[in-house]
């Protein structure tokens, strides 16, 4: 039993588990990040492709094998190609410190912010029956909705947002999404909810909310053009009518999560080893 324990607790065994967690958190990374996209179908097929090559291996089937060779001898540099947006988007979490929970930036004054904003656009369309739809990106990419809108890259702003969903500018048909806490596009089309549980007397902008709920994890926020009332969906679930403290407490709950708030000391001593006196201007 001492040789079983003493075997366990051998550098090599410790080694390999440390090597799974690794693997299997680099995957779920992968996952999570390629959710929503267009890149998921693509997955299938290569899984669809790999199945192909184990059951051509299986039963001596040459000439199959062959061919699925020659497709995954070329489907490398295809899928670097492919999948660019997804990687150049991981590459750009890993730059921000987002990746590895020890290294995330402590981003709680920027969400706080963003939510202040987010309050004042919505207070500001509510009471003048403004009609808006606003798509917050969670953990579920929101590539393929981004790409159906005009891109914007600019910061969170009460006022840019109320500029956006003024009837009858170019801007204010379709949805704003936010991404990484800043506009990334506005005019975009979300998916439509085909649910009959969603009340006949709301509309097209509550069954897009619905939709992207129904596929992501996205938190979107509507306002009704008709009532002024303020609606919010997540996670396939509607929130109609909510006052004001409501859906403060909400947004606060969702994107600002009490955890980021805390003091980073891998993030301090890193900044702590740059160079002094940078102040903005």
Same mark, same amino acid.
């Given at each position: 039993?001492?040789?079983?324990?003493?075997?366990?607790?051998?550098?090599?065994?410790?080694?390999?588990?440390?090597?799974?967690?690794?693997?299997? =958190?680099?995957?779920?990374?992968?996952?999570?990040?390629?959710?929503?996209?267009?890149?998921?179908?693509?997955?299938?097929?290569?899984?669809?492709?790999?199945?192909?090559?184990?059951?051509?291996?299986?039963?001596?089937?040459?000439?199959?094998?062959?061919?699925?060779?020659?497709?995954?001898?070329?489907?490398?540099?295809?899928?670097?190609?492919?999948?660019?947006?997804?990687?150049?988007?991981?590459?750009?979490?890993?730059?921000?410190?987002?990746?590895?929970?020890?290294?995330?930036?402590?981003?709680?004054?920027?969400?706080?912010?963003?939510?202040?904003?987010?309050?004042?656009?919505?207070?500001?369309?509510?009471?003048?029956?403004?009609?808006?739809?606003?798509?917050?990106?969670?953990?579920?990419?929101?590539?393929? =909705?981004?790409?159906?809108?005009?891109?914007?890259?600019?910061?969170?702003?009460?006022?840019?947002?109320?500029?956006?969903?003024?009837?009858?500018?170019?801007?204010?048909?379709?949805?704003?999404?936010?991404?990484?806490?800043?506009?990334?596009?506005?005019?975009? =089309?979300?998916?439509?909810?085909?649910?009959?549980?969603?009340?006949?007397?709301?509309?097209?902008?509550?069954?897009?909310?619905?939709?992207?709920?129904?596929?992501?994890?996205?938190?979107?926020?509507?306002?009704?053009?008709?009532?002024?009332?303020?609606?919010?969906?997540?996670?396939?679930?509607?929130?109609?009518?909510?006052?004001?403290?409501? =859906?403060?407490?909400?947004?606060?709950?969702?994107?600002?999560?009490?955890?980021?708030?805390?003091?980073?000391?891998?993030?301090?001593?890193?900044?702590?080893?740059?160079?002094?006196?940078?102040?903005?201007?």
């Amino acid at each position: 039993m001492q040789d079983f324990f003493a075997s366990l607790l051998r550098w090599s065994t410790l080694a390999n588990l440390i090597d799974i967690l690794v693997v299997w =958190y680099v995957v779920y990374r992968l996952i999570m990040l390629i959710r929503g996209t267009k890149a998921v179908q693509l997955l299938k097929g290569v899984f669809v492709i790999a199945i192909i090559k184990l059951v051509s291996v299986f039963l001596h089937l040459q000439t199959v094998g062959y061919i699925i060779d020659l497709i995954i001898t070329w489907s490398v540099p295809a899928l670097v190609i492919i999948f660019q947006p997804e990687i150049r988007r991981g590459l750009e979490h890993l730059g921000r410190g987002s990746v590895l929970p020890w290294t995330r930036v402590n981003r709680h004054d920027v969400e706080e912010r963003m939510v202040k904003e987010l309050d004042k656009a919505i207070q500001y369309m509510s009471k003048r029956r403004i009609g808006a739809l606003i798509s917050i990106q969670k953990n579920t990419g929101l590539e393929d =909705y981004i790409e159906t809108g005009i891109p914007l890259d600019a910061d969170v702003s009460g006022e840019l947002l109320i500029n956006i969903f003024i009837p009858n500018t170019p801007l204010h048909d379709g949805a704003v999404i936010i991404r990484d806490n800043r506009i990334a596009v506005a005019a975009a =089309y979300l998916p439509l909810s085909e649910s009959n549980l969603i009340p006949k007397e709301l509309g097209t902008r509550h069954r897009a909310a619905v939709g992207i709920s129904e596929v992501t994890d996205a938190l979107t926020i509507v306002v009704s053009e008709e009532t002024g009332g303020v609606t919010i969906t997540n996670n396939n679930h509607l929130i109609r009518d909510l006052t004001r403290e409501d =859906y403060l407490k909400l947004l606060t709950a969702q994107l600002v999560p009490a955890d980021t708030a805390k003091p980073n000391p891998v993030n301090q001593f890193l900044a702590g080893l740059g160079p002094k006196g940078g102040k903005k201007r």
